[in-house]
C-alpha cells in the first residue's frame, strides 16, 4: 500500500511537470481586463474590483477568467489604503483541451501611493493570500507590485494624460506541499509590465501593453489591454 501511495505521487508529478512543458512559451497570450474603485460619498469607506478574461493565445484558449471585489478602507490624513477582498478564478488548461480548475480566495491589500518630483507617480501594493485550489491542499501567497505611471505631455494623469505605465511583481509562496506529495516552489512566478496609457477622464483611463510572466517552469509574454475606472 506504501508503495502504491508512493508511486501515484510520483505519477502526479510527472504529469504536471509534462503538462507544463507542453506551453508553448513563444506563444503570445492575451489579457482583456477592467478595474474600477469608488467611494461611499464622503466616507472613508469603498469598493473595488477587476475582472479578467486571460487567455493562453490572443483569444479563445482560456488560461483564467478572473472575478474580484473587495471593501475598501481609507484611514483620515494617512496616504494608504487597505483592502479586504474574495475572488473566484478558473483556470483552463494550454491548447485544446477543456479541462478547468476552479479557485476561491481571499486577500488582504495594502496600497501606498506617492510622488517622486512632478512626474513620477509610484504606488507599492503588499498583498496576501489564503487560496482555496481544486484538488490542492489550502494555501497561501505573498505578493509585492511596484508600479510607476509617467505621465509625458502633462505633470498629471487627469484628462487627456498620455503615460507609461509600468511594474513589476513578484510572488512568493507561503507553503510549499499542496497534498498527495505534491510541492511547489518558494517562487510562485514574477510578471514584468510596460504600456501606453491615455486619461479618457479623470477617472477613466485606458492602457495597452505587454507583461512578461516567468515561473520556474516557463517563462511567456501576453498582450494586455485594461480599463480602469473611478466612480
Known amino acids: 500500500m506504501k508503495k502504491a501511495i508512493i508511486l501515484a505521487g510520483f505519477l502526479s508529478l ?3 511537470n509534462t503538462a507544463q512543458s507542453q506551453i508553448d512559451e513563444d506563444q503570445t497570450g492575451a489579457w482583456y481586463m477592467y478595474f474600477w474603485n469608488t467611494s461611499f460619498g464622503e466616507s472613508q469607506w469603498g469598493l473595488q474590483g477587476d475582472a479578467q478574461y486571460r487567455n493562453w493565445n490572443l483569444g479563445g484558449d482560456l488560461e483564467q477568467l478572473l472575478l474580484r471585489g473587495g471593501l475598501t478602507y481609507s484611514p483620515k490624513n494617512a496616504n494608504i489604503k487597505f483592502t479586504l477582498g474574495y475572488a473566484n478564478i478558473t483556470t483552463g488548461e494550454f491548447g485544446d ?7 476561491n480566495r481571499i486577500y488582504q491589500e495594502a496600497l501606498l501611493p506617492h510622488k517622486l518630483t512632478d512626474r513620477f507617480y509610484l ?4 498583498r496576501y493570500e489564503q487560496r482555496w485550489v481544486e484538488d490542492q491542499d489550502f494555501r497561501t501567497r505573498y505578493r509585492y507590485n511596484l508600479f510607476l505611471n509617467v505621465p509625458f505631455n502633462q505633470k498629471n ?3 487627456g494624460a498620455v503615460y507609461l505605465a ?3 511583481e513578484i510572488f512568493i509562496n507561503g507553503e510549499r506541499e499542496i497534498g498527495d506529495g505534491r510541492e511547489v516552489e518558494l517562487f510562485d512566478r514574477n ?3 510596460s504600456a501606453l496609457g491615455y486619461a479618457i477622464k479623470d477617472n477613466l483611463k485606458v492602457q495597452a501593453g505587454y507583461m512578461t510572466q516567468t515561473t520556474d517552469a516557463w517563462t511567456k509574454g ?3 489591454l485594461s ?3 473611478s466612480f
Open 191 to 193: 510578471r514584468f509590465y
Open 14 to 16: 510527472f504529469i504536471s
Open 222 to 224: 501576453q498582450i494586455q
Open 227 to 229: 480599463l480602469h475606472h
Open 97 to 103: 483541451g477543456n479541462e478547468t480548475v476552479s479557485e
Open 157 to 159: 494623469l487627469g484628462k
Open 166 to 168: 509600468l511594474y513589476n
Open 123 to 126: 504606488t507599492h501594493r503588499f
